[in-house]
């Protein structure tokens, strides 16, 4: 079996000050793992993905998010927050590289204080 | 070029009635896929379509929902007798195809169905 804990369902920032939304999950096998933004109105976008090549993985906007097996997380970053980065992001597993066996996380909501 | 377009924006329907909704995937993806969003759920994969194979429909919550292809191309999720429990946002997706390696899905930006 397969999940994703995204672990806090609303996070608040300063704009300028770093960003840190938390995923852990859980699989019997290395799974592969993603990051998807949704802005308000919007589709979503997949903002970086990781299958087992380097553990640190850098995605679009200047997020990057870094893989660590120990601790079974998929931790999502930005040095930086902008106005711009308010929107709801959910973090992926998925146990193979097929896109029907993807299991999403509850999202998290981010919100970017002037 | 167009993205995955999906049709209408929002439905009001009454409990009981039936519905269609539509989705139009980006031109030459081979692979769509209909999920549902909740408020304040992770999105729940329904039905998944591959070219001309079979659909995988594991998962659907119940035979009030069906979903076609036509031509490999535009589908259409149907619920049936809805209930006030299916009022959720619906999300089309497509992608390249799914075989190999990861082809990443391009969604479109949903439809908000109510049930009243």
């Known amino acids: 079996a397969q999940s994703v804990t995204q672990l806090d369902s609303h996070v608040s920032v300063s704009e300028g000050t770093p960003v840190l939304l938390r995923c852990n999950y859980s699989?019997?096998?290395?799974?592969?793992l993603f990051w998807y933004v949704q802005h308000p109105n919007k589709g979503l976008q997949l903002l970086l993905k990781?299958?087992?090549?380097?553990?640190l993985v850098k995605g679009i906007n200047g997020f990057e998010a870094e893989f660590k097996k120990s601790e079974t997380s998929f931790h999502l970053t930005k040095p930086s927050a902008h106005m711009s980065d308010a929107a709801e992001y959910f973090c992926?597993?998925?146990?193979?590289?097929?896109?029907?066996?993807?299991?999403f996380g509850a999202g998290t909501r981010l919100t970017v204080k002037p | 070029g167009a993205g995955v377009s999906q049709s209408p924006s929002n439905k009001v329907t009454e409990k009981g009635k039936d519905v269609e909704l539509r989705c139009d995937p980006i031109?030459?993806?081979?692979?769509l896929y209909w999920y549902r969003q909740s408020l304040g759920q992770g999105l729940e994969f329904l039905i998944y379509?591959?070219?001309?194979?079979?659909?995988?429909k594991s998962g659907l919550p119940s035979d009030r929902f069906s979903a076609e292809r036509t031509g490999g191309s535009v589908s259409t999720l149907t619920i049936q007798r809805t209930q006030q429990e299916d009022s959720a946002v619906y999300l089309c997706?497509?992608?390249?195809?799914?075989?190999?390696?990861?082809?990443?899905?391009?969604f479109g930006p949903g439809t908000r169905l109510t049930v009243l």
């Open positions: 997706a497509s992608s390249l195809d799914s075989g190999g390696a990861y082809n990443e899905q391009f």
């Open positions: 699989s019997s096998y290395s799974p592969s």
């Open positions: 990781y299958t087992s090549a380097a553990t």
């Open positions: 992926v597993v998925s146990l193979t590289l097929a896109n029907n066996d993807m299991r």
């Open positions: 031109s030459g993806h081979t692979a």
């Open positions: 379509f591959q070219g001309n194979s079979a659909p995988d």
